[in-house]
């Protein structure tokens, strides 16, 4: 995984298989984001087996079935679809692609994994609301800074055990490194990406969500910005929201594409969790001027101050839960609603944010 390039971040983690090999057949499908290889690889060290991977660019489904024994590249995308013994297809599409690909996959009576964001538009939210409820499949989403993250699946753990007492607060940094010249031309198209709060902003509000305890969320202010990318009008390299949750939690996210040359790593994500008996900060990527690795945890109760370094001890569970979810019908992993009101409140956040000119 290369440290300085949040594109190509792909985790991986050791074999904790759910079922047994052949119980759980999935196809990759649309990879134009380098996450792709991240949801593989959760699905594979789960159990799954990818059985087809497809792009219409020959090159991108070679690179990617290089890596996973067994996988063969599929002609077409309707061959995939046609497959019966596929029982979902993960993608990484262009953004604004995903919503049209998993109502094709839901309409072919199979489960979808899509990287995030998982739609562009409130319209395509309502077309795929009303599609994943007829089919009755999961139209599942890899909101990977939470769950392919240890210290934030840790996170979850310490707050779901009280031990800061309930969360009043949550605070989310994603700064990301740009590397534009690697960065294809849809990167830099407005309508293809869907702007900074819904592209990685997704990232922050569904942890806002998640960590305050509630799905009902209302966006109370929101800006975004093209400070330093005037070559590229269509970009935009800042962005900030606030929440406030139905529970009474509030919620404030910053993202940006402003991460410095120097740091050891594609972006210093951060995450503060302020409890009524305690307080949680996540340094996940690197621990600035200290140590280069990440899944850090720093606690801090009634009973003093914890550093808890949690890199190789807690894995990565949303992906069994996952495949378990599709083959017994359950939402462990995480629910479908859950899932699109995270979306939709980075779509709707996205709709309200100013312009800030400067």
């Not at 792909?10 to 074999?15: H, I, L, N």
């Not at 052949?22 to 996450?35: I, M, P």
């Not at 061959?79 to 049209?100: K, T, Y």
């Not at 594609?266 to 690197?286: A, H, N, P």
Request: include cysteine.
């Amino acid at each position: 995984m290369p440290a300085q390039d949040g594109m190509n971040y792909a985790p991986s983690g050791p074999p904790k298989p759910v079922c047994s090999p052949g119980d759980f057949v999935f196809a990759a499908v649309g990879l134009d984001h380098g996450h792709i290889a991240g949801m593989c690889n959760g699905l594979t060290e789960a159990g799954g087996q990818l059985r087809w991977v497809y792009d219409p660019d020959p090159a991108k489904a070679a690179e990617l079935g290089r890596r996973y024994p067994g996988a063969q590249a599929a002609p077409s995308e309707e061959a995939v679809l046609a497959d019966e013994r596929v029982q979902l297809v993960a993608s990484a599409a262009v953004p604004a692609h995903r919503a049209g690909l998993g109502l094709r996959v839901l309409e072919h009576g199979k489960h979808y994994f899509t990287d995030k964001p998982p739609m562009t538009t409130l319209g395509q939210l309502a077309e795929v609301r009303a599609k994943a409820a007829e089919a009755g499949r999961k139209y599942a989403v890899y909101y990977s800074e939470r769950l392919h993250v240890e210290s934030a699946v840790f996170a979850g753990q310490l707050v779901a055990d009280g031990a800061i007492g309930r969360v009043v607060h949550v605070l989310i940094t994603g700064p990301h490194r740009m590397n534009a010249p690697s960065r294809p031309a849809w990167f830099f198209d407005r309508e293809a990406y869907g702007g900074i709060l819904c592209d990685i902003g997704s990232h922050q509000l569904e942890q806002v969500l998640y960590y305050g305890g509630c799905d009902d969320g209302t966006v109370t202010s929101a800006r975004v910005a093209n400070y330093a990318h005037k070559e590229h009008p269509g970009i935009e390299d800042f962005g900030d929201a606030t929440v406030v949750l139905g529970n009474g939690v509030t919620g404030y996210c910053r993202v940006d594409w402003f991460t410095p040359d120097g740091l050891g790593t594609w972006g210093d994500g951060r995450t503060f969790i302020v409890g009524t008996e305690g307080t949680i900060e996540l340094r996940k990527y690197i621990d600035v001027g200290r140590e280069r690795t990440g899944n850090h945890v720093y606690l801090v109760d009634s009973g003093g101050e914890h550093h808890i370094p949690v890199s190789g001890k807690v894995g990565y569970p949303f992906f069994g839960e996952l495949i378990l979810d599709c083959l017994e019908g359950t939402e462990r992993a995480m629910t479908q609603e859950h899932a699109f009101r995270a979306a939709e409140l980075c779509l709707q956040a996205q709709q309200q944010a100013v312009r800030v000119e400067g």
